[in-house]
């Protein structure tokens, strides 16, 4: 094994273990990724970064992971890590606000039973067959804005993009279509979670305001129509029958509508636009993709390694050794998988973009363990 999970530094015998650095005694090097401009060209800097350590970098708000092998070891690691989005709320001065209280109690920071629970709960609206069930779904809603865009005369793809998953998630809980631009603007704010800047936090407090109220009068709305007679067929019934048998509390169910729409938005809008600018440049691809739907399955998956959407931001709950370097207790750990997949250390030609290729390197872009992204199915379908 290239890592173990330490309680102490003893060996059986009760020997001293010999000594190893531990992560904040090396010289590593340091990637701006508060700064926008690093966005700009962010692969050449993570390059030069492993050029001086072949795994490990710095930050302003803790240590990268900059190599493909190590993401995936120690994303493995569920139970030595956790989400870290207290460390998140403190770096925006959120403590006490609606939208620090959700960062800290969604799904996403959950572990243990209570993420198991809630999982459990929404993992049948999420398989692969569920996904494919819905493609019908996605077709018309897909027919339905670019029926929209037809007048316009000129078509922007990316604000296109972000009406197409939320119009989706609507549809899969019974929400309103006149209700999508204005959650659609909150949603927007939401992206703004991981600046780690401060000044943003007014938007994302007024998003999460408007989210939750757009739930609580949902499920207000559905529990009438109950109470007369009236049962929809959609996903916001398996919740609400959750809550009668006491799966899920009241503040669950609202902030699982508000972790639903958010969930699927940025990501999916991101990531078929990006997979739209390499169709533009490979226009014999997005020709195929039209008339083999299996072919479409490979670009999309080949888009997810080549370039997508997220960094996974962990802290570690016990000490963690691995390539023997000690990372202690309570360290800020960073796993940018959205360029995880153009790491030469690892894939072969990481430039190339070929739906085609062959290997045994998947990209990690919905994460590992079991903190595997739940709408990864739902996402695929979209996007294809």
Same mark, same amino acid.
């Given at each position: 094994k290239r890592y173990t999970v330490s309680q102490n530094r003893k060996c059986p015998a009760g020997k001293d273990v010999p000594a190893m650095p531990t992560i904040t005694e090396l010289e590593l090097p340091s990637l701006p990724m508060e700064d926008p401009a690093f966005s700009e060209a962010p692969l050449p800097q993570f390059a030069a970064a492993r050029e001086q350590h072949p795994w490990l970098a710095t930050? +302003?708000? @803790?240590?990268?992971?900059?190599?493909?092998?190590?993401?995936?070891? #120690?994303?493995?690691?569920?139970?030595s890590l956790t989400g870290a989005y207290d460390n998140v709320v403190e770096a925006?001065? +959120?403590? @006490?606000?609606?939208?620090?209280?959700?960062?800290?109690?969604?799904? #996403?920071?959950?572990?243990?039973?209570?993420?198991?629970?809630?999982?459990?709960?929404l993992a049948p609206a999420f398989t692969p067959q569920q996904a494919n069930r819905h493609r019908p779904l996605m077709?018309?809603?897909i027919a339905t804005l670019l029926d929209e865009w037809v007048p316009k005369g000129a078509f922007d793809f990316e604000e296109f993009a972000s009406f197409f998953p939320i119009s989706v998630m609507a549809r899969l809980i019974g929400a309103p279509a006149e209700a999508i631009p204005g959650l659609r603007s909150s949603m927007e704010a939401f992206g703004l979670s991981m600046s780690m800047d401060p000044a943003f936090l007014p938007?994302?407090?007024?998003?999460?305001?408007?989210l939750d109220a757009f739930g609580q009068d949902l499920v207000a709305e559905r529990r009438k129509a109950r109470a007369a007679g009236r049962r929809g067929d959609d996903m916001l019934e398996i919740l609400l029958d959750t809550v009668e048998s006491g799966g899920l509390s009241e503040r669950e169910l609202y902030d699982l509508l508000i972790f639903l729409f958010v969930a699927g938005?940025?990501?999916?809008?991101?990531?078929?636009?990006?997979?739209?600018?390499?169709?533009?440049?490979?226009?014999?691809?997005?020709?195929?993709?039209?008339?083999d739907l299996d072919y479409c399955r490979k670009v999309t998956e080949e888009n997810f390694r080549y370039l997508t959407t997220s960094t996974i931001p962990r802290v570690t709950t016990r000490d963690i050794t691995y390539r023997d370097v000690l990372i202690p207790a309570g360290s800020m750990l960073f796993f940018p998988v959205s360029v995880s997949g153009r790491d030469p250390t690892a894939i072969a030609d990481p430039d190339s973009f070929d739906?085609?290729?062959?290997?045994?390197?998947?990209?990690?872009?919905?994460?590992?363990?079991?903190?595997?992204?739940?709408?990864?199915?739902?996402?695929?379908?979209?996007?294809?």
């Amino acid at each position: 094994k290239r890592y173990t999970v330490s309680q102490n530094r003893k060996c059986p015998a009760g020997k001293d273990v010999p000594a190893m650095p531990t992560i904040t005694e090396l010289e590593l090097p340091s990637l701006p990724m508060e700064d926008p401009a690093f966005s700009e060209a962010p692969l050449p800097q993570f390059a030069a970064a492993r050029e001086q350590h072949p795994w490990l970098a710095t930050c +302003a708000f @803790g240590f990268v992971i900059t190599q493909y092998d190590a993401m995936r070891d #120690l994303l493995w690691l569920d139970h030595s890590l956790t989400g870290a989005y207290d460390n998140v709320v403190e770096a925006m001065q +959120a403590r @006490g606000t609606q939208w620090g209280r959700f960062q800290q109690e969604s799904l #996403l920071a959950q572990k243990g039973e209570p993420h198991a629970r809630i999982r459990k709960v929404l993992a049948p609206a999420f398989t692969p067959q569920q996904a494919n069930r819905h493609r019908p779904l996605m077709r018309e809603t897909i027919a339905t804005l670019l029926d929209e865009w037809v007048p316009k005369g000129a078509f922007d793809f990316e604000e296109f993009a972000s009406f197409f998953p939320i119009s989706v998630m609507a549809r899969l809980i019974g929400a309103p279509a006149e209700a999508i631009p204005g959650l659609r603007s909150s949603m927007e704010a939401f992206g703004l979670s991981m600046s780690m800047d401060p000044a943003f936090l007014p938007q994302l407090e007024r998003a999460t305001e408007v989210l939750d109220a757009f739930g609580q009068d949902l499920v207000a709305e559905r529990r009438k129509a109950r109470a007369a007679g009236r049962r929809g067929d959609d996903m916001l019934e398996i919740l609400l029958d959750t809550v009668e048998s006491g799966g899920l509390s009241e503040r669950e169910l609202y902030d699982l509508l508000i972790f639903l729409f958010v969930a699927g938005y940025d990501t999916s809008k991101n990531a078929l636009t990006l997979l739209m600018d390499a169709m533009i440049r490979n226009p014999e691809m997005y020709e195929r993709c039209a008339e083999d739907l299996d072919y479409c399955r490979k670009v999309t998956e080949e888009n997810f390694r080549y370039l997508t959407t997220s960094t996974i931001p962990r802290v570690t709950t016990r000490d963690i050794t691995y390539r023997d370097v000690l990372i202690p207790a309570g360290s800020m750990l960073f796993f940018p998988v959205s360029v995880s997949g153009r790491d030469p250390t690892a894939i072969a030609d990481p430039d190339s973009f070929d739906p085609e290729r062959q290997g045994d390197k998947k990209h990690i872009t919905f994460g590992l363990g079991v903190h595997i992204c739940l709408g990864q199915f739902i996402a695929r379908a979209q996007i294809q």
